[in-house]
């Protein structure tokens, strides 16, 4: 028996920092693979294209003689995002790929909106505008405290021009993460915090009751 034919998805992994996004984007992936999914398309924002990617050198960099204005930043976010969406993602579920997506729009609208403290009105309608009704079909919102998940970053090494953002940055940053997943059904909480086995398990069960909701049944190999 094969797995039910259904078009494809896009699917987003959202958190602050250190929330381990890129480990949880990897285990959608196997997960999806399991059920017989093989076209699986893994951008991150801002990226994903050789402009994106360009802009996310500008965004991410520091220039001290040069410094990036709060709607600079999220002008070229946005710029980055509309082409992601129309030169990938699109073509992508277009032809049936899934996609699994490192951030998204609601990163601008919790980094920007929360912790730059830009006008929730005004980025609203700089979203629909630029990218009118186009949503993910699933996000899985990795949840950690600031301190949590600066105290990961640290580990790793330096810090880019973001990550250098004050503690009170982060704290409105989630603060406004967490009042969005209220507010919308389609994002899932996994509780970041945990060990990464038990964050790697609550995103299995999320995702495949997510997956049998949408009728899609996996394929027996």
């Known amino acids: ?23 949880a984007r990897e285990t959608v992936a196997q997960i ?27 965004i991410k960099q520091r220039i001290d003689s040069d410094p990036l204005t709060d709607k600079a930043e999220i002008l070229m976010l946005y710029a980055a995002r509309v082409q992601l969406i129309e030169n990938v993602i699109k073509p992508a579920l277009a032809r049936g790929a ?15 909106g929360g ?18 009704s186009f949503r993910p079909d699933l996000t899985l919102y990795l949840d950690i405290s600031p301190e949590q998940g600066l105290e990961r970053v640290r580990s790793r090494g330096s810090f880019d021009r ?16 967490l009042k969005l997943v209220a507010g919308d059904s389609s994002i899932k909480m996994i509780n970041a915090a945990q060990p990464l086995a038990q964050v790697s398990d609550e ?6 009751q ?4 949408s009728g899609f049944e996996k394929k027996n190999v």
Not at 32 to 46: C, T
Not at 98 to 112: I, K, T
Not at 163 to 169: D, G, H, P, T, W
Request: aromatic letters at 8%; proline letters at 3%; zero cysteines.
């Open 98 to 112: 899934w996609v699994v997506g490192d951030r998204h729009d609601l990163s601008s609208q919790a980094y920007q």
């Open 210 to 213: 997510w997956l049998e909701m």
């Open 32 to 58: 999806l693979r399991a059920h017989g999914i093989s076209d699986i398309v893994q951008p991150r924002e801002p990226g994903g294209t050789p402009v994106a990617e360009k802009l996310r050198e500008l």
């Open 1 to 23: 028996m094969h797995s039910k034919m259904i078009t494809g998805k896009f699917i987003v992994i959202e958190g602050l920092e250190g929330a381990g996004k890129t480990t």
């Open 115 to 132: 912790g730059r403290g830009m006008d929730s009105k005004w980025m609203a309608s700089l979203r629909d505008s630029l990218l009118g």
């Open 162 to 177: 973001i990550e250098q953002e004050s503690l009170a940055f982060f704290t409105r940053v989630h603060e406004r993460y």
């Open 203 to 208: 995103i299995q069960r999320e995702l495949k």
